[in-house]
Structures are given as structure tokens and as C-alpha cells.
Nanobody, 117 residues
Framework: QVQLVESGGGLVQPGGSLRLSCAAS????????MDWYRQAPGKQREWVAG???????AYADSVKGRFTISRDNANNVMYLQMNSLKPEETAVYYC???????????WGQGTQVTVSS
């Protein structure tokens, strides 16, 4: 079973950048497909980006060209580099892990991102 801890959130001005981290422990990180989600106040949680065990990446249309997902299997960390942030992207950002061939999702506790002037 993997444990996930997000960090790197904070307050940023519109057009600014942040890099989120998701640190994993308790299992073999390289065996997990990883995703970033976000949930804005009063809205459903939405998928933002994903990276597979073989480093294939995918993005929601709303963040393509501005966000970059990556992972460092040697250090058990996943990242989300977010550029050109918009106020409507204010949300709690969560990372999720699912082991190859399994169905159980593991979630972190989330990190708050606030985009405001």
C-alpha cells in the first residue's frame, strides 16, 4: 500500500507558476500509474494530468501547453509544473496512485493552490 503526500501549493498571482510535488512511500513507486486531480469549491473533482509507469503522459485540454507532469522513480516523487495559472484554477490539488493491474486508488490529502491578485 502506498502513502502519498502533496506539497508545493500556495498563493500565486494570475500568470504565475507553481510546482507541486507528490511524495510516495510504503510501496514500489515505479509500479504505480500516477495522476493529478483538482477540486474547486463547490465543484466536482476533475482530472488534470496523468503519467504511466512507462512515462506516457496525458493532460486535460484545459491545461495542455501550460502544465507538465513528471516523475522521479529513484526518489519516489511525482511533480506537476504549472505555468500561466488562472484564477479559475484555484483548487485543492490531489495526487492519486493506482498499481499496475490493480483497481484500488490511493489518494493524498491535497494541497491548496490559490491564484489571485
Amino acid at each position: 500500500q502506498v502513502q502519498l503526500v502533496e506539497s508545493g501549493g500556495g498563493l500565486v498571482q494570475p500568470g504565475g507558476s507553481l510546482r507541486l510535488s507528490c511524495a510516495a512511500s510504503g510501496s514500489i513507486f515505479s509500479m504505480y500509474h500516477m495522476d493529478w486531480y483538482r477540486q474547486a469549491p463547490g465543484k466536482q473533482r476533475e482530472w488534470v494530468a496523468g503519467i504511466t509507469t512507462d512515462l506516457s503522459r496525458a493532460y486535460a485540454d484545459s491545461v495542455k501547453g501550460r502544465f507538465t507532469i513528471s516523475r522521479d522513480n529513484a526518489n519516489n516523487v511525482m511533480y506537476l509544473q504549472m505555468n500561466s495559472l488562472k484564477p479559475e484554477e484555484t483548487a485543492v490539488y490531489y495526487c492519486k496512485a493506482v498499481r499496475t493491474g490493480r483497481r484500488t486508488d490511493y489518494w493524498g490529502q491535497g494541497t491548496q493552490v490559490t491564484v489571485s491578485s
